[in-house]
């Protein structure tokens, strides 16, 4: 029975130490042999390896190969003009000399990572800080991604990692800084529209001056042709005039007087005309007009011949009753339509002291003055 035992434990020794001195190194580590905590060896590539048995002797201690991924988030980070932005960016990173990893970061990630966090931060500060507030939106951000990778990679080989790359996810402004870029852009607009309204308004206003232009031409054009149109009309009238004056000048002279009688006679403005009998304006109510060659000539004084030493009577300047409107109306030719009748001036009277005789039997009053 003892034999059983020995040789079973015996068996689970020699188990134990066949396992505990081999190792496996997959295609994605390396790993670090120590012997009693000093690096025995290092291994790079994927394999079944071997090491002394038990971990009191060799340890073996494994090492990523891979690209590995470092962030940070919600930086807020001040640019040369003293605007923050808040960004998030990252590193990837590579273990390259796992002895130096050992050395430094006693191979733990998190130490290493610890420094370099503090280096991103630092390098991304001086990035920003070198440039204006619209440089990390602009075509410079791959520029400063590069100059942000070159800045930490220096401190990183001291450790035995190569930094591959750094990438910027978001650049974002702060509330305070966005709230005041929104001002500027809203104003940058207004002004723009306002540029562009009196663009609109001075085109209008040209426009407008050329329209104006054009009626004021297209106006004075139809009044030179509405001139010309007149003057042609009125010479029109005064070859007809002239024309129907040549052909009777005694009748054109009649007809003319009779149209000035009743312009100055045929109004109701209560005006008063005070004129000699014998005016010039009277010359076809004479008696010589009037009854044919045989009438006297001599301008009438309202007395009898028969007393030929009295003097004549000098016109009165002073207005008297006009004579009745039936004494010499059917004597004027009928007046224009919508005209109202007017009283006319009576006849002087004749030499022997009766009523001049009219045309068609009516008879005036002797020595009756002219009124309107």
């Not at 390098?123 to 100059?147: D, I, K, N, W």
């Not at 852009?185 to 663009?199: G, K, V």
Request: proline share 8%; net charge negative.
């Amino acid at each position: 029975m003892n034999r059983w035992i020995i040789a079973a434990v015996a068996v689970a020794i020699a188990i134990y130490v066949f396992i505990s001195s081999i190792f496996v190194v997959n295609e994605r580590e390396q790993a670090i042999v120590l012997r009693f905590g000093a690096i025995e060896r290092i291994i790079d590539e994927p394999g079944l390896y071997f090491k002394a048995p038990t971990t009191f002797v060799e340890t073996v201690q494994i090492i990523e190969n891979r690209l590995l991924r470092y962030d940070l988030a919600n930086m807020r980070l001040q640019v040369s003009g003293g605007a923050f932005y808040i960004v998030d960016a990252f590193l990837t990173y590579r273990i390259t000399d796992p002895r130096l990893f050992r050395e430094r970061s006693q191979g733990e990630l998190r130490v290493a990572e610890q420094r370099i966090g503090t280096r991103f931060d630092a390098a991304l500060r001086q990035v920003y800080g070198l440039r204006e507030f619209t440089a990390a939106l602009s075509e410079q951000r791959p520029e400063m991604m590069a100059e942000a990778r070159d800045l930490i990679r220096p401190d990183m080989e001291t450790l035995g990692i190569d930094v591959v790359d750094v990438r910027i996810l978001r650049t974002d402004l702060t509330p305070e800084v966005s709230e005041q870029t929104y001002q500027r852009m809203r104003a940058e607009r207004l002004a723009q529209a306002a540029f562009l309204r009196a663009q609109g308004q001075e085109a209008a206003q040209s426009l407008r001056a050329v329209a104006d232009r054009q009626a004021t031409e297209v106006v004075a054009a139809a009044q030179r042709d509405s001139d010309i149109l007149r003057g042609e009309g009125d010479a029109e009238r005064g070859r007809i005039f002239a024309g129907a004056y040549s052909a009777d000048p005694e009748f054109f002279e009649f007809y003319r007087s009779m149209q000035s009688y009743q312009t100055a006679l045929g109004n109701n403005s209560g005006t008063t005309m005070v004129l000699s009998p014998d005016s010039e304006f009277f010359r076809y109510f004479g008696e010589a007009n009037i009854l044919g060659p045989t009438a006297i000539d001599a301008p009438v004084t309202g007395t009898s011949p028969s007393s030929p030493t009295q003097p004549e009577a000098a016109p009165t300047a002073q207005p008297v009753p006009s004579a009745p409107a039936a004494t010499i109306a059917p004597a004027l030719p009928p007046l224009a339509p919508g005209v109202a009748p007017q009283t006319e001036p009576a006849l002087p009277a004749s030499a022997s002291g009766s009523p001049a005789a009219l045309p068609n039997g009516f008879t005036a009053p002797v020595g009756a003055p002219v009124t309107p």
